[in-house]
């Protein structure tokens, strides 16, 4: 990732960033992208040395790990962590409240902030491309299991309620199925927040065999799906240390495939028509329901027992 790129980011989502690509860098590499993302603040009084000494390396290690987080070196680093910080604190509650009141309080909190700053790593015009390749599709399967299969279905609805056809099935195996009978003008939309699920892994190589243009949607730049992906997604990243974490991890992937599909209504002729007959068709089942459980079938009186 180039640092020119990174500059042209909105402020914030320097920690998220540098989060979304540390399972790319080597062991030594690693230990210092985590000091900064664990203590980002204790960074900032850091010279490269200090931080070289605090995670066992070398300052030529740290000015290597910094270039390959996609900064032009740890200044650069520290000048976008400051922003990050300055910005962090102005949001920030002074009051934390107890009990269950500051608990459910400080679970929206945290899901806030990861929702604020998720945006660190994604790529706006591949996220453009996404949202035409998605329109232009002849097929668009969508695959995703365990914690990512909520979104998957989600997506679906609201492309289908947009009049966008699109199949999403539960079944791992009918997910690698499908993708092997796609082709060059289909699209498979892979959602992995880790980028290594083995099985959503094995129906996007699929559909990268079959020659399908495949979206990878994860909150790790160069994990697996990330590279094997032609569109890659990434936000969200962040350790499953606490459960707001996880929760706002899961609302960014939601929030993301959201608006994926709302950019993609926008470039559809018809989306708005489509909606709303998908409406209607939505209340007259609503209705139909509501005659059935008051009385027997559809136009038929109720006759006593």
Same mark, same amino acid.
């Given at each position: 990732?180039?640092?020119?790129?990174?500059?042209?980011?909105?402020?914030?989502?320097?920690?998220?960033?540098?989060?979304?690509?540390?399972?790319?860098?080597?062991?030594?590499?690693?230990?210092?992208?985590?000091?900064?993302?664990?203590?980002?603040?204790?960074?900032?009084?850091?010279?490269?040395?200090?931080?070289?000494?605090?995670?066992?390396?070398?300052?030529?290690? @740290?000015?290597?790990?910094?270039?390959?987080?996609?900064?032009?070196?740890?200044?650069?680093?520290?000048?976008?962590?400051?922003?990050?910080?300055?910005?962090?604190?102005?949001?920030?509650?002074?009051?934390?409240?107890?009990?269950?009141?500051?608990?459910?309080?400080?679970?929206?909190?945290?899901?806030?902030?990861?929702?604020?700053?998720?945006?660190?790593?994604?790529?706006?015009?591949?996220?453009?491309?996404?949202?035409?390749?998605?329109?232009?599709?002849?097929?668009?399967?969508?695959?995703?299991?365990?914690?990512?299969?909520?979104?998957?279905?989600?997506?679906?609805?609201?492309?289908?309620?947009?009049?966008?056809?699109?199949?999403?099935?539960?079944?791992?195996?009918?997910?690698?199925?499908?993708?092997?009978?796609?082709?060059?003008?289909?699209?498979?939309?892979?959602?992995?927040?880790?980028?290594?699920?083995?099985?959503?892994?094995?129906?996007?190589?699929?559909?990268?065999?079959?020659?399908?243009? @495949?979206?990878?949607?994860?909150?790790?730049?160069?994990?697996?799906?990330?590279?094997?992906?032609?569109?890659?997604?990434?936000?969200?990243?962040?350790?499953?240390?606490?459960?707001?974490?996880?929760?706002?991890?899961?609302?960014?992937?939601?929030?993301?495939?959201?608006?994926?599909?709302?950019?993609?209504?926008?470039?559809?002729?018809?989306?708005?028509?489509?909606?709303?007959?998908?409406?209607?068709?939505?209340?007259?089942?609503?209705?139909?329901?509501?005659?059935?459980?008051?009385?027997?079938?559809?136009?038929?009186?109720?006759?006593?027992?």
């Amino acid at each position: 990732m180039e640092a020119a790129r990174l500059d042209r980011r909105p402020g914030g989502g320097t920690v998220e960033r540098i989060r979304s690509l540390i399972p790319s860098l080597i062991p030594s590499e690693q230990r210092v992208a985590l000091a900064v993302v664990e203590r980002p603040s204790d960074v900032m009084t850091m010279s490269a040395a200090d931080l070289a000494e605090r995670t066992g390396t070398s300052p030529a290690t @740290v000015s290597r790990a910094c270039q390959n987080l996609g900064f032009r070196g740890f200044q650069h680093l520290r000048i976008d962590l400051a922003g990050d910080l300055a910005r962090a604190a102005q949001a920030a509650d002074s009051s934390a409240e107890p009990g269950v009141r500051g608990r459910v309080r400080g679970a929206f909190d945290g899901a806030a902030r990861t929702l604020q700053s998720a945006l660190g790593a994604l790529d706006f015009d591949a996220f453009a491309s996404a949202a035409d390749a998605v329109v232009a599709a002849r097929r668009l399967l969508i695959v995703a299991t365990g914690g990512s299969q909520p979104s998957a279905q989600m997506f679906a609805l609201r492309c289908t309620f947009h009049g966008r056809s699109c199949e999403a099935p539960v079944d791992a195996v009918v997910q690698q199925l499908a993708a092997s009978t796609l082709g060059a003008e289909d699209v498979c939309i892979a959602i992995s927040e880790s980028g290594t699920n083995s099985v959503t892994l094995q129906a996007a190589q699929a559909a990268h065999e079959a020659g399908a243009t @495949v979206v990878g949607v994860t909150a790790y730049a160069r994990s697996t799906l990330g590279l094997l992906a032609d569109l890659s997604l990434v936000a969200g990243a962040s350790y499953r240390e606490s459960d707001s974490g996880a929760l706002g991890g899961n609302l960014v992937q939601m929030l993301l495939l959201g608006v994926l599909q709302s950019e993609a209504a926008e470039r559809m002729e018809g989306a708005e028509r489509a909606e709303a007959a998908a409406m209607d068709k939505v209340l007259d089942i609503v209705a139909n329901d509501d005659e059935l459980g008051s009385g027997g079938a559809v136009g038929e009186e109720r006759s006593p027992r």
